[in-house]
């Protein structure tokens, strides 16, 4: 596989200060990369430089260009889609509206066919299209914010903590759709996820950020056996 995604010496923050300290990763076309890392130690400041939200020093490549410093809707329209922390769905707009949103920026001719095989992953989103997205349940909301950035028909999907605030059934469903899009759709995706555990399992690569830096990289399998992450993550 081929880097879809390499980010070089990202630094970024917010105006009380730095928060990225010259991190490195890469996403392999088709692959998921998970970066890891308490609260607090900028994962979700990585995920929002990446798709333009803050101003970034370093440099960001994506599909071969370079990409920092161009602006968000750009940056959505080339093929990023980005799930935000806390799931990011209008509550106030019904299931449809959200979905329309998604493909705001398409200009090609197969919207619906897309929309179709979004209903393949989540069919309950299919009997509650007029529904008001916020009297969704928590599961159901964070398949639609997933479901609406599919709409765009993105080649890198950001998923900043899908599993937050949901029941562990309901965490396992979406790690299994992922991995289902994941073969399916052969798009990348850069997961920032809590549940250490589940996310391992799903990844090809792994980082783990502590205070804006990146202190381990490697494979999935060997981030997950070394003990920094058993110790401090798998508690064993």
Known sequence: MS?????????????????????????????????????????TTTLRAISGMLPVAGKIYFDGSRIDGRPTEEIARIGIAHVPDGRGTFLELSVEENLRIGAYLRRDRSVAADRERVFGYFPALRSRLNQQAGTLSGG?????????????????????????????????????????????????????????????????????????????????????????????????
């Open 3 to 43: 880097s879809l995604l390499e980010v070089r010496d990202l630094r970024a923050g917010y105006d009380a200060g730095e928060v990225l300290h010259g991190i490195r990763l890469a996403v392999d076309a088709g692959g998921v990369t998970v970066l890891l890392g308490a609260n607090g130690a900028g994962k």
């Open 140 to 236: 159901e909301q964070q398949m639609l914010a997933i479901a609406r950035a599919l709409m765009s028909c993105p080649k890198l999907l950001l998923l900043d903590e899908p599993s937050f605030g949901l029941a562990p059934l309901v965490v396992r469903e979406i790690f299994g759709l992922l991995r289902r899009m994941r073969a399916e759709a052969g798009a990348g995706i850069l997961l920032v996820e809590q549940n250490v555990t589940l996310a391992l399992a799903l990844a090809d690569r792994a980082y783990l950020l502590e205070a804006g830096r990146i202190i381990v990289a490697g494979s999935a399998d060997d981030v997950a056996r070394g003990e920094k992450i058993r110790r401090s993550y798998l508690g064993y």
